[in-house]
T-cell receptor, first 116, second 110 residues
Framework: SAVISQKPSRDICQRGTSLTIQCQVD?????MFWYRQQPGQSLTLIAT?????????ESGFVIDKFPISRPNLTFSTLTVSNMSPEDSSIYLC?????????????FGEGSWLTVV | DAKTTQPPSMDCAEGRAANLPCNHS???????VYWYRQIHSQGPQYIIH???NNETNEMASLIITEDRKSSTLILPHATLRDTAVYYC???????????FGTGTRLTVIP
């Protein structure tokens, strides 16, 4: 398994500001992902964080709004830029230690953001 | 991804087996079935996954039908702490991530 720590766990943010969420894993992992879960909804994949290169974004998500960094095999950040109340969500980091079918993907506890 | 269909909610008596069904009739031959659960205010927790054969671990059993068009997650002795939303996910071939549906909200009743 993998132990995933996210910071902050919870925050209240002002409209128009930006917040960076950190994801730290206790061991090296091959894949890192960022998901969003809006209130009462299921999880939606934002992007795959690639080490040493630009993240791969899913349809509907753009780098200017959700810049992502991944400097090494155990750490990634997601920034939510120019926040609006619609960005109030849980943001989840997930990881996979190996690549390929049948591997296991683990999730962090999430970062609860409320934009006021 | 192969579409999955789950009942939106289920109840189960504490101490009894919880059987959560999932339909995935369009699944391809090399796509895995994964189950996760999400307890309120927490991140999704991995439960189990399988391809063709039935699987069992310390948390649950996964029964996949022979034609692979449906599966059942079995929690052998449900406790109140098993109350959660359970997601059945068919992971598409070559995909390194997971696409979540709406899941089944399981309520374990004392």
């Amino acid at each position: 398994s993998a132990v995933i720590s996210q910071k902050p766990s919870r925050d209240i943010c002002q409209r128009g500001t930006s917040l960076t969420i950190q994801c730290q894993v206790d061991s090296q992992v091959t894949m890192m992902f960022w998901y969003r879960q809006q209130p009462g909804q299921s999880l939606t994949l934002i992007a795959t964080a690639n080490q040493g290169s630009e993240a791969t974004y899913e349809s509907g998500f753009v780098i200017d709004k959700f810049p992502i960094s991944r400097p090494n095999l155990t750490f990634s950040t997601l920034t939510v830029s120019n926040m609006s109340p619609e960005d109030s969500s849980i943001y989840l980091c997930s990881v996979a230690k190996t690549v390929g079918p049948g591997n296991t993907i683990y999730f962090g506890e999430g970062s609860w953001l409320t934009v006021v | 991804d192969a579409k999955t269909t789950q009942p939106p909610s289920m109840d189960c008596a504490e101490g009894r087996a919880a059987n959560l069904p999932c339909n995935h009739s369009t699944i391809s031959g090399n796509e895995y079935v994964y189950w996760y659960r999400q307890i309120h205010s927490q991140g999704p927790q991995y439960i189990i996954h399988g391809l063709k054969n039935n699987e069992t671990n310390e948390m649950a059993s996964l029964i996949i039908t022979e034609d692979r068009k449906s599966s059942t997650l079995i929690l052998p002795h449900a406790t109140l702490r098993d109350t959660a939303v359970y997601y059945c996910i068919v992971r598409r071939t070559g995909a390194n991530n997971l696409f979540f549906g709406t899941g089944t909200r399981l309520t374990v009743i004392p």
